[in-house]
């Protein structure tokens, strides 16, 4: 909902009244569905709490809304006359279907970072726009030639991109592919959403790692997959659990994030991956092997991915430069058999009939051009920077408290915490100070830990955020 214009003449209130009036005639708001208590949204429209009373009163009085005693105000079932029985019941519709929403401390950090632009950020797993190669970005567009072809493009992706990348992922990681090999993702987490839905079926059982990025994908959950969990030690997780979990539940596929994973920053040990291929490879299972972060190592000299080494042809790669450059250009990539790539093209040009070309001209420019050396090396420093800020600024803050384990690339720092503390009053209270960051449970994992991502607040507003945290930490304990 758009904030009020304060240069109008019409009043606050009857702005107000006038855009939601808008939005329940839009659906936004169908009849029997309850409107933002005025409290929530007198905060997110930053007016005073008696303007929106004011608002309420003026819908009141048209008769489009009610008041529920107890409960709020409601858009009314027989609104302008409407018999309740000819309008949808858009809630039954919202609560049905297939796809599961996001986990309730996904959704609700995201309430938050959508109505306080000045919160400091420690949730989101992105980089700050000061790490964003803009400059390069600019100079690239401006030779994006006129007579660019922008119709559909093939299923699988630029032809060009594709080509720059089976030199480019030889280069820099050591992955032997061809450009039949290599699907075009619009991100990664679009390349897991069609491995699941086209190699998978409800039922299957797969193994994700504990704690894991994977568990809060809600897009397990809407596949109708049964979920196994391989714990992560200090070096990843134990090949042997994988060769256990087939046992008791004939798991059919295995998602790992072996480098920096995410979010406890450990890397698969060397000669763990050798037992686990060997593994995966006597039980003809897949592994996905999802890598967002080996170009970010802060030692510029990334780990072995799994499927440089793998000889049996039993990973799935998938890439994207969402960690490595800017969300925002949505390019990710699947390395897999050419039989897989050519079902996973199949199903999403149904989506979508494939990506926008101009990103991916822009990303086959970036990725074979000088630009993304000189962007790469200013990014790695730039985190390890920013990691060392953090957690320097833990030491001072919460020494007492907070333990961890300085990554060694990646975007995160996973913490655990030493008292036992209610992860969602720990959050509200953080929220209240102006500092957010996404509990371990949203993880798998056991409460007692927080992800915190140094990549995603600016320099300036890393030690702030910690001492804002420490606060939370500190009102916490003192209640408890």
């Known amino acids: 909902m758009r904030k009020p214009d304060r240069t109008s003449k019409k009043p606050l209130y009857q702005q107000i009244s006038d855009e939601m009036e808008r939005s329940i005639i839009y659906g936004e708001y169908p009849p029997g569905s309850f409107l933002p208590s005025e409290r929530k949204l007198a905060e997110r429209l930053e007016v005073n709490r008696s303007t929106v009373v004011q608002a309420y009163e003026e819908l009141r009085a048209r008769g489009i809304v009610e008041s529920i005693s107890g409960s709020g105000t409601m858009v009314s079932n027989h609104i302008w006359g409407i018999r309740p029985n000819l309008t949808p019941n858009w809630r039954q519709y919202v609560e049905g279907g297939t796809f599961a929403p996001n986990l309730p401390y996904i959704r609700r950090v995201r309430e938050v970072l959508r109505e306080r632009e000045s919160i400091i950020d420690f949730a989101s797993g992105e980089l700050s726009a000061d790490l964003f190669p803009n400059e390069a970005i600019k100079q690239l567009m401006r030779d994006i030639p006129f007579e660019a072809y922008l119709g559909y493009d093939d299923p699988s992706g630029y032809l060009p991109l594709r080509e720059t990348l089976v030199g480019f992922l030889e280069e820099r990681l050591r992955i032997r592919a061809t450009e039949a090999s290599i699907l075009i993702t619009s991100g990664s987490q679009q390349s897991l959403y069609l491995i699941m839905q086209c190699l998978l079926a409800p039922g299957d059982a797969v193994a994700i790692e504990d704690p894991s990025y994977y568990y809060s994908l809600s897009m397990f959950q809407s596949a109708g997959l049964r979920i196994f969990r391989l714990p992560v030690k200090e070096d990843g997780i134990e090949p042997e659990d994988i060769m256990n979990l087939y046992r008791q539940h004939r798991i059919r596929m295995i998602f790992l994030n072996p480098n920096y994973q995410n979010p406890t920053g450990t890397i698969l040990h060397a000669s763990k991956r050798e037992a686990l291929l060997k593994i995966a490879a006597e039980l003809g299972i897949p592994i996905v092997e999802d890598d967002p972060f080996s170009l970010t190592s802060f030692d510029h000299c990334p780990p072995d991915t799994l499927k440089s080494i793998d000889t049996h042809g039993s990973v799935l790669y998938v890439g994207s430069l969402s960690k490595v450059a800017a969300s925002g250009l949505r390019i990710g990539w699947l390395v897999a058999p050419q039989a897989v790539v050519q079902r996973l093209a199949d199903a999403r040009q149904q ?64 913490c655990t915490i030493q008292d036992k503390l209610d992860d969602q009053k720990l959050l509200e209270e953080a929220i209240k100070r102006g500092v957010v960051f996404m509990p371990g449970t949203v993880f798998g994992s056991e409460p007692g830990h927080l992800r915190l991502c140094f990549a995603r607040p600016s320099m300036d507003e890393i030690a702030s955020g910690i001492s804002k945290l420490a606060q939370a930490f500190h009102a916490l304990t003192q209640k408890c």
């Open 351 to 414: 989506m979508d009939f494939g990506l926008s070309i101009v990103p991916q001209w822009l990303a086959n420019k970036f990725l074979g051009s000088d630009l993304f050396d000189q962007h790469i090396h200013f990014l790695r420093d730039s985190l390890s920077l920013k990691q060392h800020v953090m957690i320097r600024s833990l030491q001072q803050e919460l020494p007492d408290q907070i333990s961890f384990t300085p990554a060694r690339g990646g975007l995160n720092l996973w």
